[in-house]
């Protein structure tokens, strides 16, 4: 009899601790599948963007068909207009083509086909070539004009906020993207310059957009390094640096 007691003292003792070990395996579980979500969680959580850019990248570019052609949406339009300037650049720049030479030969090939396409329809009895009558829309000049306009005016208002001594951040920024862009004259021409330019747009926002969260962490990290250089660098020149007080307009 005593030995049956025993005997059912040792199962309860074993089944409350199989009950506890289960217990604190399914904790330990659930911990981790806790930590899975948080981590993931937190892995999901999108860091900042490029210049605290929050649209995308399509919408920057103005959503229509000039971004669907810098981010190759069409790659058969981006193509072509890629070799177009390619050849425009071929062209002008390695072969030394004169721009008012290739239009006046253009209209003088164009000119001569439609004259005796013209002439030689009337003698075999033929209808004549219907040319199109080409003319150039006044609302679309307006809208490039005004476009133009606004972007020009915009352009004078930031040089002369910097020229009056207010922000000297942007001061330095401006005679720093002026002396790269003197250097750049320097080596090569204005045509090279633009094709170069040109390219550039074709080729970094495609990439830029393939491999978007690498390149925002790593320019995160770079921005963050930079902004310590500079604050280095305020505080050890630019705050030494004796300036006027600064006059406030009453409006």
Same mark, same amino acid.
């Given at each position: 009899m005593a030995d049956h007691e025993d005997h059912k003292k040792d199962d309860n003792f074993l089944d409350k601790l199989s009950g506890t070990i289960h217990g604190l395996a399914h904790d330990d579980s659930s911990d981790s599948d806790v930590d899975n979500k948080t981590g993931s969680s937190s892995s999901s959580v999108s860091f900042n %963007?490029?210049?605290?850019r929050e649209k995308p990248l399509h919408k920057?570019?103005?959503? =229509?068909?000039? !971004?669907?052609?810098?981010?190759? %949406?069409?790659?058969?339009?981006? /193509? =072509?207009v890629l070799g177009g300037a390619t050849a425009i650049w071929l062209l002008f720049d390695v072969l030394e083509y004169h721009l008012l030479t290739l239009v006046c030969?253009?209209?003088?090939?164009?000119?001569? !086909?439609?004259f005796l396409w013209s002439n030689a329809s009337f003698f075999m009895n033929k209808s004549r070539p219907d040319?199109?009558? #080409?003319?150039?829309?006044?609302?679309? #000049?307006?809208? #490039? /004009? !005004? /476009?133009l306009r606004t972007e020009i005016n915009h352009a004078f208002s930031t040089l002369r906020s910097t020229a009056s001594g207010g922000d000297l951040k942007k001061f330095l920024g401006i005679i720093t993207g002026l002396w790269i862009l003197s250097i750049l004259g320097s080596c090569c021409s204005f045509l090279t310059l633009l094709y170069i330019t040109f390219v550039l747009l074709h080729t970094v926002p495609v990439l830029y957009e393939k491999y978007e969260d690498q390149v925002d962490a790593f320019g995160e990290k770079a921005l963050v390094e930079l902004k310590k250089q500079y604050d280095v660098f305020n505080a050890k020149v630019l705050s030494k640096i004796p300036r006027g007080p600064l006059k406030h307009k009453k409006v």
């Open positions: %963007r490029l210049f605290g920057l570019f103005g959503g =229509g068909k000039p !971004a669907d052609v810098f981010l190759w %949406r069409n790659k058969k339009i981006s /193509a =072509g030969h253009l209209l003088i090939f164009v000119l001569a !086909a439609l040319i199109p009558k #080409v003319q150039i829309p006044e609302e679309h #000049v307006l809208h #490039v /004009a !005004a /476009a």
